[in-house]
């Protein structure tokens, strides 16, 4: 689903990227975004992750497994979302690259059943102690985890573990996730703290849809525009 990754890509460029890559994993695909022409399109082999904040894993389907190791091993900061979260789930070596990350470089940004993948565990125990769960994962993978839904929360090690106050039901359609880890990207690359970076880009988009006109639909692509 390559709008998957577009939508992140527009997040971090409107959120206050100042140079935005695209990596699409399928050579089949435009290099250009006609919308928005400031996007840079990139193979994923000509990108430099050491020295980039890397959004990972949204839109990315089965082929985004193969980079996972080499995205785990070499990004200087890391937000991993959507698909990279559930190949993560699955796969032991790839959960103990992420454990051997430098501490405080990664953010994990799960909805309940991809929390829940992560924890060996299921959607209802996982929304049934979201704060628990959040901390669990955090612990587990010494990462900032944002634990999405109605009061997301945000967990870190050695952190006092925040519910953040904005938000509303227009948040819950297709795409606006995708667009909230490319504002955490964002906030990353601007030389924010993981934790602090995230816990800002999260009240950032959800002070957005409150915001919006309530006699007005709001899609995904709106939101980036009024980041």
């Known amino acids: 689903m390559a709008g998957a990754?577009?939508?992140a890509a527009k997040g971090a460029l409107h959120g206050g990227a100042g140079r935005v890559y695209v990596g699409l994993l399928d050579a089949s695909l435009s290099l250009l975004d006609i919308d928005q022409p400031e996007l840079m399109f990139r193979k994923p082999a000509q990108?430099?992750?050491?020295?980039?904040?890397?959004?990972?894993?949204?839109?990315?389907?089965?082929?985004?497994?193969?980079?996972?190791?080499?995205?785990?091993a070499r990004a200087s900061r890391l937000v991993?979302?959507?698909?990279?979260?559930?190949?993560?789930?699955?796969?032991?070596?790839?959960?103990?690259?992420?454990?051997?990350?430098?501490?405080?470089?990664?953010v994990l940004t799960p909805?309940?059943?991809?929390?829940?993948r992560l924890l060996g565990t299921d959607n209802k125990h996982v929304q049934s102690?979201?704060?628990?769960?959040?901390?669990?994962?955090a612990d587990r993978f010494a990462a900032t985890i944002v634990l999405k839904g109605s009061g997301t929360v945000i967990a870190a090690p050695e952190a006092l573990t925040?519910?953040?106050?904005?938000?509303?039901?227009?948040?819950?359609?297709?795409?606006?996730?995708?667009?909230?880890?490319?504002?955490?990207?964002?906030?990353?690359?601007?030389?924010?703290?993981?934790?602090?970076?995230?816990?800002?880009?999260?009240?950032?988009?959800?002070h957005v849809a409150d915001l919006w006109s309530a006699q007005t639909t709001m899609t995904a692509q709106d939101l980036s525009h009024g980041l």
């Not at 980079?67 to 785990?72: A, E, K, N």
């Not at 102690?129 to 994962?137: G, Y």
């Not at 970076?197 to 999260?202: L, T």
């Open 47 to 72: 990108l430099a992750y050491e020295t980039m904040t890397v959004v990972a894993g949204c839109g990315g389907g089965d082929s985004v497994h193969a980079h996972l190791g080499d995205i785990l």
């Open 5 to 7: 990754a577009l939508l």
């Open 162 to 206: 925040r519910i953040n106050t904005t938000g509303n039901a227009r948040l819950a359609t297709a795409g606006t996730g995708d667009v909230l880890a490319g504002l955490i990207g964002a906030h990353l690359a601007s030389g924010s703290t993981v934790f602090e970076g995230a816990c800002q880009a999260v009240f950032r988009h959800g």
């Open 111 to 116: 909805h309940p059943l991809e929390a829940a």
């Open 129 to 137: 102690n979201r704060l628990e769960a959040a901390q669990a994962l």
């Open 80 to 106: 991993l979302d959507a698909d990279a979260l559930n190949h993560i789930a699955k796969d032991l070596a790839l959960q103990g690259q992420l454990q051997r990350r430098i501490k405080n470089t990664t």
